[in-house]
């Protein structure tokens, strides 16, 4: 993704965030401020932004999260129509309502993470199972790694038993090097270790820092894969 359409996407999470939180807004000044009460608001903002954190991400829930404390303050706690608060009681509850605000999008962003590394772990044992070559899976294994990291090259090399030559794969095939790897994973099984995983990331896109716990458990996923080779070969 360039940086253009990145921009354009984290623009288009904060209006979608801003409208979410401004029609939560309409619908309690409707109601009235004093029947809801600021305890009963500071609960009903929460919905907008744990559902924007749920379905666009963190920067969409962060975004939700300071409207409605612009709004929350805006609207509902005196002076009314103004930023300003006058009373002590006030700042603690716009404070309370931002720290709950943050600790819901934390969790909902975990939460978020866990499922999505379940995925792709389910991914790439689906990719790899069934596999009979060595070759197979280090193809396999570079496709997976550039598609999944948006990387601009990934390279795997795995050393066979015995005195056979390394299988060096390339994805995409034309060799491109001009750097030294962003990051470089080890590939272990119960031989120890018999390959890696070189990676060099699109100067657009973050990787995974290199002691993920994602990246590690990505490598012993593949080291049973080439074990498994050794049945068929």
């Given at each position: 993704?360039?940086?253009?359409?990145?921009?354009?996407?984290?623009?288009?999470?904060?209006?979608?965030?801003?409208?979410?939180?401004?029609?939560?807004?309409?619908?309690?000044?409707?109601?009235?401020?004093?029947?809801?009460?600021?305890?009963?608001?500071?609960?009903?903002?929460?919905?907008?932004?744990?559902?924007?954190?749920?379905?666009?991400?963190?920067?969409?829930?962060?975004?939700?999260?300071?409207?409605?404390?612009?709004?929350?303050?805006?609207?509902?706690?005196?002076?009314?129509?103004?930023?300003?608060?006058?009373?002590?009681?006030?700042?603690?509850?716009?404070?309370?309502?931002?720290?709950?605000?943050?600790?819901?999008?934390?969790?909902?962003e975990a939460s978020l993470r866990t499922?999505?590394?379940?995925?792709?772990?389910?991914?790439?044992?689906?990719?790899?199972?069934?596999?009979?070559?060595?070759?197979?899976?280090?193809?396999?294994?570079?496709?997976?790694?550039?598609?999944?990291?948006?990387?601009?090259?990934?390279?795997?090399?795995?050393?066979?038993?015995?005195?056979?030559?390394?299988?060096?794969?390339?994805?995409?095939?034309?060799?491109?090097?001009?750097?030294?790897?962003?990051?470089?994973?080890?590939?272990?099984?119960?031989?120890?270790?018999?390959?890696?995983?070189?990676?060099?990331?699109?100067?657009?896109?973050?990787?995974?820092?290199?002691?993920?716990?994602?990246?590690?458990?990505?490598?012993?996923?593949?080291?049973?894969?080439?074990?498994?080779?050794?049945?068929?070969?």
């Open positions: 993704m360039d940086k253009t359409r990145f921009s354009r996407k984290l623009f288009s999470d904060a209006f979608r965030a801003v409208l979410w939180v401004s029609a939560v807004t309409l619908l309690m000044l409707v109601i009235g401020r004093e029947t809801l009460g600021e305890a009963v608001i500071a609960l009903l903002y929460l919905i907008p932004i744990a559902w924007c954190a749920n379905r666009w991400g963190q920067f969409s829930g962060t975004s939700a999260a300071l409207t409605a404390a612009l709004m929350f303050d805006f609207f509902f706690i005196p002076p009314f129509y103004t930023l300003a608060v006058d009373r002590l009681e006030g700042w603690l509850v716009l404070a309370i309502f931002l720290a709950v605000a943050i600790v819901v999008i934390g969790h909902i499922a999505q590394d379940a995925v792709l772990m389910y991914d790439l044992s689906d990719a790899l199972t069934g596999l009979r070559s060595q070759d197979a899976v280090a193809r396999t294994c570079a496709r997976f790694f550039r598609l999944f990291l948006l990387a601009s090259q990934v390279k795997v090399i795995y050393h066979p038993k015995k005195d056979a030559p390394d299988i060096v794969i390339y994805e995409p095939q034309e060799i491109v090097e001009v750097r030294k790897p962003d990051r470089q994973l080890p590939i272990l099984n119960v031989w120890g270790l018999i390959g890696e995983i070189q990676i060099w990331a699109d100067f657009d896109v973050k990787l995974p820092d290199k002691d993920s716990r994602l990246l590690k458990n990505f490598a012993a996923q593949i080291g049973k894969a080439f074990e498994r080779t050794q049945l068929y070969e």
